[in-house]
DNA sequence: GTCTATACGTCGATAGAC
DNA sequence: GTCTATCGACGTATAGAC
């Protein structure tokens, strides 16, 4: 009789990996991937430093499980905002999203940095061109609808919608080296860190779209 | 009497570290990080796998090397660009370190794979921070210049120039990652990879800024 | 699941410089 | 004779194939 493992034991397992997850991404929010040993994670799951490869074979998995976590948030975020500016215009829907990532991002200033730049592991540089490339496409659509209708002057939109991941990333990331206070309340105070980032991002993204009106400064 | 180093001691071997960088300058710009094994770099170099080690400790310090000393060159050629342009307008300057920077890596497009985003090593990637943010000071200043005299609007100089960096990476990341065709002899060709990316680019340059004309199209 | 291939880093041995 | 630079095979870890 081979052994079988109850729906008991299964949940258990279940649950200790969530509490994994967990513990990462509390971790990952407070002090970035610096803070994501795997002596931390596991402290603060609750459990022993080795049962954390009972769930993940390597670091660096775990820590492409947290990105694709975080992220996949991200943009469903993103997504929604895009979705609610339907009935606007394709550059305010652009914008929509723009500011819906840039002010997230401000938010949870460690958060954000560890996922945009923080030096980690080349399976997470792997994970990040993936969703850069993702985001790409969403710009990528809107952009090809307002050049299709005339809003937007003619342009390759591939190109444009790169640029445009680009210049969001690394503009953000400017603002978010500097002040790396992690305990600073900036995470529930909203947009104490790089004021006036979002407009200023905002007018560059118009006017890089060709935006004939963009008096938005 | 303690051992002493001969000057033709040392020579031998500087030399043979020179042939250690030049080796893997060579395999970096034919296949990329990926092609910069120890082995084969020892082997270019005509020496043994463990004598690499006598010059760097451990593979991402190699790989560190290799990305200062290529990074270097382009902004050294970006600086000349620059400089050429230096009785021009602001716009004009920004344009042609781009345009240089651009058309550079697009003619040897494995190397710049590798050194704008080939996942490697955490190293290089702190790296690849630190070189992001001199380009950055370099467009800031050109940008300051530019709202200084009036002929560009008011704007954070910072904040575009580093969205700036960022779009002209990520606009050629795309470009570079679908033709890693290495033997195609595009580095002698001239512009055979992603024709029309520099145009297109110097034109959401040049609207970014908020060039009053920005016909370039 | 096993087995092979690849690659990093180390080590004892050797040849040669001092 | 002593110390050192170099070699190349080995240990270990990991990824992929079968």
Chains 1, 2 share one sequence.
Do not use: N, W
Not at 123 to 149: C, H, M, W, Y
Not at 168 to 196: F, I, K, M, R
Request: charged share 20%.
């Amino acid at each position: 009789m081979p052994y079988r493992r109850t729906p008991a034991v299964q949940a258990r397992i279940d649950a200790q990996r969530t509490a994994v997850v967990e513990a990462g991404l509390g971790l990952l929010a407070e002090h970035g991937y610096a803070g994501c040993t795997m002596a931390a994670v596991a402290a603060r799951a609750g459990i022993a430093t080795g049962s954390v490869y009972r769930h993940f074979p390597s670091k660096a998995e775990l820590s492409v499980e947290l990105f694709r976590t975080v992220v996949g948030r991200e943009v469903a975020a993103v997504s929604e905002a895009a979705g609610l500016a339907a009935h606007r215009t394709c550059a305010e829907r652009v914008v929509a999203v723009i500011e819906t990532f840039a002010s997230r991002a401000l938010k949870s200033p460690r958060l954000a940095y560890a996922l945009l730049a923080e030096p980690v592991d080349p399976a997470v540089d792997a994970e990040r061109l993936v969703f850069r490339r993702a985001f790409r496409d969403v710009f990528a659509s809107l952009i090809a609808a307002g050049v299709e209708s005339g809003e937007l002057p003619p342009q390759d939109a591939r190109l444009t919608a790169s640029a445009l991941v680009g210049a969001g990333a690394e503009a953000l990331v400017g603002p978010l080296t500097g002040p790396l206070t992690e305990g600073s309340g900036a995470e529930t105070a909203g947009e104490a860190v790089g004021p006036g980032t979002v407009p200023a991002l905002v007018t560059f993204t118009l006017r890089a779209l060709g935006v004939p009106d963009a008096h938005h400064a």
